[in-house]
C-alpha cells in the first residue's frame, strides 16, 4: 500500500518539475544563448574565424606554389620569349631590335615546308589513333585472360615503350639501312626486294615507315592503359552476360568497350599531343627527309633556328604549333572528354 501511495506523488512531482524547466525554456528570449556556453563557438568569435580562413589559404598557397613556380618557368616563359622572338628577325646574337610584327607569322604560313609539316602532323595523329587502338584493345583483350607466361608478354609489349627515343630511333635506323639491313635482307629471303634507297629514303614510303616505328614503339602504352581499365569492369557483368548467352563478340561489344570508353578518349588525348609535338623519332630515323617527306611542325622550327638562325621564323613556328596543339586539345575537351563528366553528372 506504501508503494501505491508514494508512486503517484513521484510521478506528480518529476510532472511539475518537467512543466516548471518547459516554462522557463519558454520564457527564455529568442536568439540568447545560455550564459555558460557564450564565446565557446567559433562562429562568435571574428578574430578565430580570420585566422582560419588565412591559415588555409597559406596552406593552400604552400602545396601550389612549387608547381605554379614550374608551370611559369618551363610553360609561361618559354612561350612568352617565343612570342617575343617572333616578331623580330634575330639571328641570335645582340638585342632583338629590328622589329618586323607579323611578317614572320606571314613567312610560316606560306611557307610550303611548314604546311606540309603540318599536314604531316596530322597524318600521324590520325594513323596513330587508327593503328594502335584496335592493336592495343585486341592485345589488351587478349592479355586479360589467364595464360601461361602472361606477365612476361605484357613486359614484351611494354618494353619499346619504356625504351629513349634515342635508342629506339638508331635501332630501327640500322634495321632499315638499304639491302644491308635486316628489314631487307629478311626480304631478300623470301624473294622480295626493298626500295633501291630503302624505306627511309624513298618519299613515297618515308612517312608511313615512321608511322609503324611511332607504332611499335607506343603500343604499349595503349595496351597497359587499356589492361588497367579491363581491371575495373566488374566481373558480375560478364557472369550475367554469359547466363542471358550473349556470344563474346557481344560481351565486348555491350560491356567491355563502353566501360573502356573513359580510358580510351584519355589515351586519345594523350595520343593526338605526342603526335602533334613529335620530334625526336622523326630527327634520327630521317632528320625530316627526304625531300621533306617526313618533316615535322617541331623538325622546322629546329631546322630554322639551330640550322639557319632565323630565330624569328622559329619563333613564329613555335608559337603557330602551341596554338594548333591548344585549339585541337580543346576541341577534344569539349566533344570527346566532356562525355566522361556528363556521364558522372548523371
Same mark, same amino acid.
Do not use: C
Given at each position: 500500500?506504501?508503494?501505491?501511495?508514494?508512486?503517484?506523488?513521484?510521478?506528480?512531482?518529476?510532472?511539475?518539475?518537467?512543466?516548471?524547466?518547459?516554462?522557463?525554456?519558454?520564457?527564455?528570449?529568442?536568439?540568447?544563448?545560455?550564459?555558460?556556453?557564450?564565446?565557446?563557438?567559433?562562429?562568435?568569435?571574428?578574430?578565430?574565424?580570420?585566422?582560419?580562413?588565412?591559415?588555409?589559404?597559406?596552406?593552400?598557397?604552400?602545396?601550389?606554389?612549387?608547381?605554379?613556380?614550374?608551370?611559369?618557368?618551363?610553360?609561361?616563359?618559354?612561350?612568352?620569349?617565343?612570342?617575343?622572338?617572333?616578331?623580330?628577325?634575330?639571328?641570335?646574337?645582340?638585342?632583338?631590335?629590328?622589329?618586323?610584327?607579323?611578317?614572320?607569322?606571314?613567312?610560316?604560313?606560306?611557307?610550303?615546308?611548314?604546311?606540309?609539316?603540318?599536314?604531316?602532323?596530322?597524318?600521324?595523329?590520325?594513323?596513330?589513333?587508327?593503328?594502335?587502338?584496335?592493336?592495343?584493345?585486341?592485345?589488351?583483350?587478349?592479355?586479360?585472360?589467364?595464360?601461361?607466361?602472361?606477365?612476361?608478354?605484357?613486359?614484351?609489349?611494354?618494353?619499346?615503350?619504356?625504351?629513349?627515343?634515342?635508342?629506339?630511333?638508331?635501332?630501327?635506323?640500322?634495321?632499315?639501312?638499304?639491302?644491308?639491313?635486316?628489314?631487307?635482307?629478311?626480304?631478300?629471303?623470301? %624473294?622480295?626486294?626493298?626500295?633501291?634507297? #630503302?624505306?627511309? $629514303?624513298?618519299?613515297?614510303?618515308? /612517312?608511313?615507315? =615512321?608511322?609503324? &616505328? *611511332?607504332?611499335?614503339?607506343?603500343?604499349?602504352?595503349?595496351?597497359?592503359?587499356?589492361?588497367?581499365?579491363?581491371?575495373?569492369?566488374?566481373?558480375?557483368?560478364?557472369?550475367?552476360?554469359?547466363?542471358?548467352?550473349?556470344?563474346?563478340?557481344?560481351?565486348?561489344?555491350?560491356?567491355?568497350?563502353?566501360?573502356?570508353?573513359?580510358?580510351?578518349?584519355?589515351?586519345?588525348?594523350?595520343?593526338?599531343?605526342?603526335?602533334?609535338?613529335?620530334?625526336?623519332?622523326?630527327?634520327?630515323?630521317?632528320?625530316?627527309?627526304?625531300?621533306?617527306?617526313?618533316?615535322?611542325?617541331?623538325?622546322?622550327?629546329?631546322?630554322? %633556328?639551330?640550322?639557319?638562325?632565323?630565330? #624569328?621564323?622559329? $619563333?613564329?613556328?613555335?608559337?603557330? /604549333?602551341?596554338? =594548333?596543339?591548344? &585549339? *585541337?586539345?580543346?576541341?577534344?575537351?569539349?566533344?570527346?572528354?566532356?562525355?566522361?563528366?556528363?556521364?558522372?553528372?548523371?
Amino acid at each position: 500500500m506504501a508503494d501505491d501511495v508514494t508512486a503517484p506523488a513521484a510521478a506528480s512531482s518529476a510532472t511539475s518539475t518537467v512543466a516548471r524547466s518547459a516554462g522557463r525554456a519558454h520564457a527564455r528570449p529568442a536568439g540568447r544563448r545560455p550564459a555558460g556556453r557564450a564565446g565557446t563557438g567559433t562562429g562568435s568569435d571574428p578574430g578565430r574565424r580570420t585566422r582560419g580562413v588565412w591559415r588555409k589559404r597559406a596552406e593552400i598557397a604552400f602545396f601550389v606554389a612549387p608547381a605554379l613556380a614550374l608551370l611559369v618557368a618551363f610553360v609561361a616563359v618559354p612561350v612568352a620569349t617565343a612570342v617575343q622572338m617572333s616578331l623580330y628577325r634575330w639571328k641570335g646574337f645582340g638585342p632583338m631590335v629590328d622589329f618586323v610584327g607579323l611578317a614572320n607569322y606571314v613567312s610560316v604560313l606560306t611557307n610550303d615546308v611548314f604546311t606540309d609539316a603540318l599536314v604531316h602532323n596530322l597524318i600521324i595523329v590520325v594513323g596513330s589513333i587508327l593503328l594502335q587502338l584496335p592493336l592495343g584493345l585486341a592485345i589488351a583483350l587478349l592479355l586479360n585472360r589467364k595464360m601461361w607466361g602472361q606477365g612476361l608478354l605484357r613486359t614484351i609489349i611494354f618494353v619499346p615503350y619504356v625504351l629513349a627515343e634515342v635508342i629506339a630511333g638508331v635501332v630501327w635506323f640500322q634495321l632499315l639501312q638499304p639491302q644491308y639491313g635486316v628489314i631487307d635482307t629478311m626480304l631478300a629471303a623470301v %624473294g622480295l626486294q626493298g626500295p633501291d634507297q #630503302g624505306f627511309l $629514303g624513298t618519299p613515297e614510303y618515308a /612517312l608511313w615507315t =615512321v608511322l609503324v &616505328v *611511332l607504332t611499335w614503339k607506343y603500343l604499349g602504352l595503349a595496351v597497359i592503359l587499356f589492361l588497367a581499365g579491363l581491371q575495373g569492369v566488374p566481373e558480375e557483368l560478364y557472369e550475367a552476360a554469359q547466363l542471358d548467352g550473349a556470344s563474346w563478340w557481344q560481351v565486348q561489344r555491350r560491356i567491355t568497350i563502353p566501360l573502356l570508353g573513359p580510358t580510351m578518349r584519355t589515351w586519345g588525348f594523350l595520343s593526338m599531343i605526342g603526335s602533334l609535338q613529335l620530334f625526336d623519332m622523326v630527327w634520327i630515323l630521317t632528320g625530316g627527309g627526304p625531300a621533306n617527306a617526313t618533316t615535322t611542325m617541331a623538325t622546322f622550327l629546329v631546322n630554322e %633556328g639551330t640550322k639557319r638562325q632565323n630565330f #624569328g621564323i622559329a $619563333g613564329a613556328a613555335s608559337v603557330v /604549333l602551341f596554338v =594548333v596543339a591548344l &585549339v *585541337l586539345a580543346l576541341a577534344y575537351q569539349r566533344f570527346i572528354l566532356s562525355r566522361d563528366s556528363k556521364e558522372d553528372e548523371a
